[in-house]
């Protein structure tokens, strides 16, 4: 497995910091550096979610990427200390969108990202902009649960989802090649729908 950075996109939550952990132990397996993307979303919700709060939305903006700043600074002197080189950087716009495109853009080869649900059905699955990123992105994004009770970060098992319908043999040969550095077993999972 050759992978050189890890994109971990976060949204400040705890899950995206539990998410955070596998990057890091992902980076100490493979060399890899690990860059983290925050994306302050732009669009009219956030607007009219900021209005709601009765915030003022560039007074919020800037709140965000001061504290999102902060973190990345005390972050990246945690990973100095382990060996691990890291960058943050901060964008505006789509999530989704942009996590997509800075992945491209900068050769990542895993995007890590916490579950956080916000909608009815992502909360009990994935979160809505992981899924979207997951459904989207051509680079393999590694989903993770904040798990209260695991004191210590591995991967032992990978479910490959795997449809017939689509050509799905990369996502099988990454997860080999995933589980050939961690350890971990493999199981592809086809769901047959017999309706």
Same mark, same amino acid.
């Given at each position: 497995?050759?992978?050189?950075?890890?994109?971990?996109?976060?949204?400040?939550?705890?899950?995206?910091? @539990?998410?955070?952990?596998?990057?890091?132990?992902?980076?100490?397996?493979?060399?890899? $550096?690990?860059?983290?993307?925050?994306?302050?979303?732009? $669009?009219?919700?956030?607007?009219? +979610?900021?209005? &709601? !709060?009765?915030? +003022?939305? !560039?007074?919020?903006?800037?709140?965000?990427?001061?504290?999102?700043?902060? $973190?990345?600074? &005390?972050?990246?002197?945690?990973?100095?200390?382990?060996?691990?080189?890291?960058?943050?950087?901060?964008?505006?716009?789509? =999530?989704?969108?942009?996590? &997509?495109?800075?992945?491209?853009?900068?050769? $990542?080869?895993?995007?890590?990202?916490?579950? @956080?649900? @916000?909608?009815?059905?992502? %909360?009990?699955?994935?979160?809505?902009?992981?899924? !979207?990123?997951? &459904?989207?992105?051509?680079?393999?994004?590694? %989903?993770?649960?904040? +798990?209260?009770?695991? !004191?210590?970060?591995?991967?032992?098992?990978?479910?490959? =989802?795997? +449809?017939?319908?689509?050509?799905?043999?990369?996502?099988?040969?990454? %997860?080999?090649?995933?589980? *050939?550095?961690?350890?971990?077993?493999?199981?592809?999972?086809? *769901?047959?729908?017999?309706?």
């Amino acid at each position: 497995m050759n992978i050189k950075n890890i994109l971990w996109a976060t949204d400040g939550s705890e899950e995206a910091g @539990h998410a955070l952990q596998y990057a890091k132990y992902l980076a100490g397996l493979t060399d890899a $550096s690990i860059t983290g993307l925050h994306v302050v979303p732009t $669009s009219v919700g956030s607007l009219v +979610d900021s209005l &709601r !709060k009765n915030k +003022d939305f !560039k007074a919020w903006i800037d709140g965000v990427e001061e504290s999102t700043a902060n $973190s990345f600074e &005390r972050i990246g002197k945690e990973m100095e200390k382990s060996g691990i080189k890291f960058d943050g950087v901060m964008l505006r716009g789509v =999530p989704e969108a942009k996590i &997509r495109e800075f992945a491209e853009k900068t050769g $990542s080869g895993l995007i890590v990202m916490g579950k @956080h649900g @916000h909608g009815f059905i992502e %909360s009990f699955i994935v979160g809505k902009e992981t899924i !979207k990123v997951m &459904r989207n992105s051509q680079i393999p994004v590694l %989903s993770v649960k904040d +798990d209260k009770k695991k !004191k210590s970060v591995s991967i032992k098992h990978i479910v490959v =989802p795997i +449809d017939f319908y689509e050509c799905n043999e990369s996502a099988l040969l990454y %997860s080999m090649d995933l589980a *050939a550095v961690t350890g971990a077993a493999v199981t592809a999972l086809y *769901a047959l729908n017999l309706d």
